[in-house]
């Protein structure tokens, strides 16, 4: 069974500083994983999408990678900015299974200090 | 292109009413998902639908939840009767059938609805 971890599960930074959140998966055999952004009481903004094949994807400040032999994926925010503040998760869709559940990571509330 | 709408934003009811969420997807997008995100917690997967099909309905209470997709477009989340645990945002999302050349299997999400049961 895939399992989701991501560290730290908080994260309070200064204005200006650069970040990485973390994700660990335990099954490599994945399709996808995606990043999403989550502010309080809202739906789930997709943020970037790495395909099994890729080793990153870049969306402006953001920086995704991809290490499937690790298990791991990082997010990197350059030059955070207090609107960045929200909780940041991450999704896995295996290769296996026949309708290819996703699973979800608790997330990473991050905090953007002015 | 249209995003996933989701309707209503916020419900409050009392314990042991109903309630009904719904959702139309991503045009086009033959995957619908409802998820179930209780404070804190990454979303839970209740139900996805595949067109007009169930295919994973594994952790949907189904002694008081149901769902239906009617012509394999939008869809609609039922709470009969409520409890005070199914207090939580309700997450619709779709994605294009994996099965199709080159799909990404990227998911979208609507605003969610969040309900409220005292």
């Known amino acids: 069974k895939q399992e989701v971890t991501q560290i730290p599960a908080a994260l309070s930074v200064p204005e200006g500083e650069n970040l990485v959140l973390n994700c660990s998966f335990t099954?490599?055999?994945?399709?996808?994983l995606q990043w999403f952004r989550q502010d309080p009481g809202k739906g789930l903004t997709s943020l970037l999408l790495?395909?099994?094949?890729?080793r990153e994807q870049t969306s402006g400040r953001l920086n995704a990678s991809l290490d499937k032999s690790s298990g791991r994926s990082t997010l990197y925010i350059a030059a955070s900015q207090p609107g960045d503040s929200a909780t940041y998760l991450c999704a896995v869709r295996p290769t296996k299974g026949g309708y290819q559940k996703v699973t979800f990571g608790i997330g990473t509330k991050l905090q953007v200090i002015p | 292109e249209a995003g996933v709408a989701q309707s209503p934003r916020y419900k409050i009811i009392e314990k042991r009413q109903s309630v009904a969420f719904w959702c139309n997807p991503i045009s086009g997008h033959a995957t619908l998902y409802w998820y179930q995100q209780i404070l804190g917690q990454g979303p839970k997967l209740l139900i996805q639908f595949q067109n007009n099909g169930v295919v994973d309905d594994s952790q949907l209470p189904k002694d008081r939840f149901s769902a239906e997709r009617l012509k394999g477009v939008d869809s609609t989340l039922k709470i009969q009767p409520a409890k005070l645990e199914d207090s939580a945002v309700y997450l619709c999302?779709?994605?294009?059938?994996?099965?199709?050349?080159?799909?990404?299997?990227?998911?979208?999400f609507g605003e969610g609805s969040r309900l409220t049961v005292l």
């Open positions: 790495i395909q099994s094949s890729q």
């Open positions: 099954d490599s055999a994945i399709y996808n």
């Open positions: 999302a779709s994605s294009s059938l994996l099965t199709s050349g080159g799909a990404s299997g990227e998911l979208f």
